[in-house]
């Protein structure tokens, strides 16, 4: 194994979504993978939508948002633009993020999150958050999102708000990602439950015969139960639930597996 390149030659497939793909893409190549993009999923943005617009121009209202992908950081501002409100609705009013990348995303608006978790999961976001009785809460997401979020603050005596701020909905499979899928894959990574959802859909449950041996490789534990939920056994499970974790996870798998070959 090259250690400058420690995948080198290792097809992995990317399940997120297309505009999404790019940094993970770039990561794995840098390392020698060949990338196979196979979006799983497409994001769905609001072009307008009444209970958003009203929570939106709400925002000072609430004592906390709380913002649990870069999705919903990005359905916000938009809806935001267009009903010409500034940055400074968010003036006096606390914002969480779930992990660095939707940190990255509130700190491009000129956002500094008050609170992001150790742990980049929602039940994290509950448990370290601190006292929210009586709070009002914001927490704009996907359509489709897990309640664990939203009942874990409300029995923290939490009022919230839960707003449909974009959707998920399946991609459809083009001839060409279909032959890069013959063409053998060795390790398919997902980074969330909706990838899960949307790659088994779009190959009407033909992915055991076209995934074969390959390595199923999960950005942390949620994602990973949603594999199982199907039939997967994920041998990869980041320990940090980024994509730069997830990158990682791959790495020491496979130097691990060479080093146990070498010692057989």
Not at 50 to 60: T, Y
Not at 139 to 163: C, D, G, H, N, S
Request: net charge negative.
């Amino acid at each position: 194994m090259n250690a400058a390149q420690p995948l080198l030659g290792k097809h992995i497939l990317i399940t997120r979504p297309q505009a999404q793909s790019d940094a993970l893409a770039q990561q794995l190549a840098d390392l020698g993978a060949e990338p196979v993009l196979l979006p799983a999923i497409e994001i769905v943005l609001p072009v307008q939508n009444k209970e958003l617009d009203r929570a939106v121009a709400e925002i000072p209202t609430y004592q906390w948002v709380i913002f649990t992908s870069a999705n919903g950081v990005q359905a916000v501002w938009i809806r935001m633009e267009a009903l010409g409100l500034e940055i400074s609705s968010f003036k006096g009013v606390k914002v969480a993020a779930i992990g660095p990348a939707t940190a990255h995303a509130l700190e491009d608006l000129g956002i500094v999150p008050d609170f992001i978790p150790d742990e980049y999961l929602a039940e994290a976001i509950a448990a370290e958050i601190g006292d929210v009785r009586g709070q009002r809460i914001l927490l704009p997401r996907a359509a489709i999102a897990r309640k664990a979020l939203p009942e874990l603050l409300r029995q923290k005596e939490a009022l919230v708000t839960e707003i449909a701020a974009y959707q998920t909905r399946q991609a459809a499979l083009t001839p060409q990602q279909a032959a890069n899928l013959l063409q053998g894959i060795d390790a398919v990574t997902f980074t969330s439950p909706s990838t899960v959802a949307g790659f088994t859909q779009m190959l009407n449950g033909n992915h055991f015969n076209l995934l074969g041996n390959a390595v199923i490789a999960c950005i942390g534990p949620v994602t990973a139960q949603a594999a199982r939920e199907i039939g997967y056994e994920p041998q990869i499970i980041a320990s940090e639930h980024t994509t730069s974790g997830l990158v990682k996870a791959l790495v020491e798998y496979y130097q691990n597996a060479r080093t146990s070959r070498e010692f057989k």
